[in-house]
T-cell receptor
Framework: GAVVSQHPSRVICKSGTSVKIECRSL??????MFWYRQFPKKSLMLMAT?????????EQGVEKDKFLINHASLTLSTLTVTSAHPEDSSFYIC?????????????FGPGTRLTVL | AQSVTQPDIHITVSEGASLELRCNYS??????LFWYVQSPGQGLQLLLK??????LVQGIKGFEAEFKRSQSSFNLRKPSVHWSDAAEYFC?????????????FGSGTRLSIRP
C-alpha cells in the first residue's frame, strides 16, 4: 500500500525557535496534502490543505504566518512552526492524496510529536 | 457544515465480545464516510469507507459498518474483539467526493479490552 512518512518523528525545541516537519509520499505522487494537529486525547483538527505548486488553504483560526506550509513537489510538503511557543506543543499529522478519484484514499503519516520548552 | 459526533468517549468490552461504536454525521448530501483506527504511537489506519452502494461495508481486521441514512449514522461493528483491537477509533466524513477533499474527524472513541 501507499506509504507516507514524516520526519522527524519527535522534536524538542526551545521557545522562540522554528521547527520544520517534512511529509513525504514514498511511492506515489500526491497532488494534495493535508496537515492536522492532534491534542492529547483529542481528535484531529485540520490545519490546512496544500496543493503542489500553489499556496496552502488554511482553516479558520489557523495562523498562516505561524504555520508555514510549502508543497514544492508532488512528493514533499513541509510544515514550519515559526517562533514556536509551549502552546504549539502537539502531535502533527499529515496525509497525502494521490488523486481525485473516488477509489483513491488519503494516506496518513505516522505523525510528529513537537514539544516546545 | 459537515460534522461528526461520536457519543462514546471510552468503551470497555471483554475479549471475544461483540463491539459497536456509534457515529452520527451531519451532511447535506450523501456523505463520504470513514472509520480510522489509531493505535498508541501509531499513525491512522483506514478500516473502511462508504460512498455509495451497499450500505453494509466490510473493512479490514473483521470490522464492518452500516450506513443508515434515516438515522444519519455509520456505526462500526465487530462480532468478536481481540486484545489487539484496543485503540482509538475515529469516525470521519469527507467534505467532498474525492480523496483530495478534506476529512472532518469525530472526537474519537477509546476502546479498551478486558481480558
Amino acid at each position: 500500500g501507499a506509504v507516507v512518512s514524516q520526519h522527524p518523528s519527535r522534536v524538542i525545541c526551545k521557545s522562540g525557535t522554528s521547527v520544520k516537519i517534512e511529509c513525504r509520499s514514498l511511492d506515489f505522487q500526491a497532488t494534495t496534502m493535508f496537515w492536522y494537529r492532534q491534542f492529547p486525547k483529542k481528535s484531529l483538527m485540520l490545519m490546512a490543505t496544500s496543493n503542489e505548486g500553489s499556496k496552502a488553504t488554511y482553516e479558520q483560526g489557523v495562523e498562516k504566518d505561524k504555520f508555514l506550509i510549502n508543497h514544492a513537489s508532488l512528493t514533499l510538503s513541509t510544515l514550519t512552526v515559526t517562533s514556536a511557543h509551549p502552546e504549539d506543543s502537539s502531535f502533527y499529522i499529515c496525509s497525502a492524496s494521490p488523486g481525485t478519484g473516488l477509489s483513491d484514499t488519503q494516506y496518513f503519516g505516522p505523525g510528529t510529536r513537537l514539544t516546545v520548552l | 457544515a459537515q460534522s461528526v459526533t461520536q457519543p462514546d468517549i471510552h468503551i470497555t468490552v471483554s475479549e471475544g465480545a461483540s463491539l459497536e461504536l456509534r457515529c452520527n454525521y451531519s451532511y447535506g448530501a450523501t456523505p463520504y464516510l470513514f472509520w480510522y483506527v489509531q493505535s498508541p504511537g501509531q499513525g491512522l489506519q483506514l478500516l473502511l469507507k462508504y460512498f455509495s452502494g451497499d450500505t453494509l461495508v466490510q473493512g479490514i481486521k473483521g470490522f464492518e459498518a452500516e450506513f443508515k441514512r434515516s438515522q444519519s449514522s455509520f456505526n462500526l461493528r465487530k462480532p468478536s474483539v481481540h486484545w489487539s483491537d484496543a485503540a482509538e477509533y475515529f469516525c470521519a466524513v469527507g467534505a467532498g467526493y474525492s480523496s483530495a477533499s478534506k476529512i472532518i474527524f469525530g472526537s474519537g472513541t477509546r476502546l479498551s479490552i478486558r481480558p
